[in-house]
């Protein structure tokens, strides 16, 4: 069986709003993961203005933002990147919170403190041997861009986000080499809001700042598209070795047919595309497929890109694909095939025998992932990179301070092994990234209940908790599996 590359990036991932905290220091101003407890609320801190018509801040106190202070990141990098480095990661993933370099989005200067963060943060990990892999907008949309312009359903955003991007790539150009756009921009189409730095100034409800129209989403949709192929040719000017990746949240590529049912095969092709490969196929392939046309006029949407724009979509597609994978999901004509933050959910797999804890309940299926990778690289011909695959459980320190985490281990190291058989299979892996190497703040629901990390850290839903840090068994497991490349399973 094939080796992993010598080379291969092992590593862990991470978001600025999911553990930074510090939400509002050094000049930073609130970002729309702020304003909400994870990204599935139906019920966002945002209030509708009658006086200037304008969506403002209005957080519940009631609520615990458990974002604002996060694992308290922002002040224990060092300590949290000695932890990894412990571990052996090859690469780390962050990103960039757009709003501590241009605080409302909108000014013409960055924040130099904002930028300072960054460049002691991106130091430390070289310094800890790592590749840092920078993602530039993860969830965090400056909220002032959308509450005074809509985000992206406004054409002056491109403007606001060329701004922040030729900011950070001319500050750390020489620091960092990866990069990714928009984290799981794909998601976009059942979370606006949050996902894609969506909102409506001329809401039809005003009840409810989640609601937008698909004509503004479709609006969006173009724009980020445009913005996307600007960053790939801008980062490769101001550095040729520089690789510009999409990054998609792929469990949705694992949507199987329930059964042989022409009409549930048709479906669950649709949903591919529908739920990922409308922004895919744009950021890698260069084109705007027929079937995004179809969606548009079923929508009522009508829009032509300018030539340039086009052109500048197709001549500037990423370097690799990056991908978000977790579980699978079936689809089929009679039920509501729902989505979560893992992927879809529709008629359970009979064939899959485990799924993780109550009550996330995301399925567990390895082959998915190899079944995803071909999928991916049988379409687009470009390098993958897993920069997500984790599982979230419902741990506690034992009496002697550590979690046995078995389960932990044997979710990657089955993950792993098909990953391995992707390989073989032909396709080109960059890495693999695990999400969440520290306990974290859940994007989805928001809580510290639900951990990932090779790291616990005490902090609990309620915002108690000292903060400090204990390895679980799975730390030392997994920085085996990284000594031996992949080999130590
Ligand atoms: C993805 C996000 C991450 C992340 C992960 C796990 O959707 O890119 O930010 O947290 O899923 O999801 P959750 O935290 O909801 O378990």
């Known amino acids: 069986m094939t080796r992993f590359p010598k080379n291969f990036l092992w590593g862990g991932a991470v978001a600025a709003n999911q553990l930074e905290g510090a939400w509002l220091e050094d000049g930073k101003k609130p970002n729309i993961s702020d304003v909400v407890v994870g990204i599935n609320t139906k019920t966002p801190g945002l209030k509708w203005n009658d006086n200037n018509k304008k969506w403002e801040m209005s957080l519940d106190e009631d609520k615990v933002y458990l974002s604002h202070e996060g694992i308290d990141f922002y002040h224990r990098y060092k300590e949290d990147l000695k932890l990894m480095k412990e571990m052996g990661f090859k690469c780390f993933r962050t990103s960039i919170s757009w709003a501590r370099i241009f605080p409302d989005g909108d000014e013409e200067k960055p924040n130099e403190a904002g930028l ?51 900011a950070v790539f001319e500050r750390y150009k020489n620091k960092v080499r990866y990069w990714l756009t928009f984290n799981e921009i ?43 192929a600007w960053t790939v040719k801008k980062g490769h000017e101001i550095n040729p070795d520089f690789k510009i990746g999409c990054m998609m949240a792929s469990s949705s590529v694992a949507t199987y047919p329930y059964d042989c049912n022409p009409e549930n095969i048709m479906g669950a092709y649709q949903l591919q595309r529908t739920a990922n490969f409308y922004f895919a196929d744009p950021m890698c392939l260069g084109i705007i497929p027929g079937y995004v046309r179809k969606m548009w006029k079923d929508d009522g949407f009508d829009y032509s890109f300018s030539k340039e724009d086009l052109k500048l979509i197709k001549d500037n597609t990423v370097d690799y694909f990056a991908l978000s994978y977790y579980r699978s999901g079936t689809y089929s004509i009679d039920v509501e095939n729902a989505f979560d933050t893992g992927g879809i959910k529709g008629k359970k797999n009979p064939y899959l025998k485990e799924e993780s804890p109550k009550p996330w309940s995301w399925p567990i299926d390895p082959v998915g992932l190899r079944y995803t990778c071909n999928v991916l690289s049988d379409r687009y011909h470009l390098p993958l990179f897993i920069v997500e695959n984790g599982i979230g459980l419902d741990e506690s320190l034992n009496e002697n301070d550590t979690v046995e985490d078995s389960f932990r ?65 799975s730390f030392y497991w997994y920085k085996k599996l990284i000594e031996s490349n992949g080999k130590d399973l």
């Open 116 to 166: 300072r963060f960054y460049d002691d943060l991106f130091d430390e990990i070289i310094k800890d041997g790592m590749e840092p892999l920078v993602t530039l907008s993860h969830y965090e949309t400056p909220l002032h861009l959308m509450t005074e312009y809509g985000g992206w359903i406004s054409d002056k955003m491109l403007g606001f986000y060329q701004n922040y991007v030729n």
């Open 186 to 228: 794909n998601n976009m189409y059942r979370r606006p809001t949050i996902s894609a730095g969506i909102l409506s100034v001329t809401p039809k409800n005003k009840e409810n700042p989640l609601e937008v129209s698909k004509e503004e989403l479709w609006t969006a949709y173009c724009h980020i598209l445009v913005a996307n």
């Open 409 to 473: 281990e044997k979710y990657i190291r089955e993950h792993v092994r098909q990953l391995k058989l992707a390989i073989d299979d032909g396709c080109e892996i960059m890495g693999y990234l695990y999400w969440g190497p520290l306990d974290i703040v859940s994007a989805g629901t928001g809580e510290m209940k639900k951990r990932y990390g090779f790291v616990y850290v005490d902090r609990y839903n309620d915002g108690s908790g000292s903060l400090a840090r204990n390895k679980k068994k």
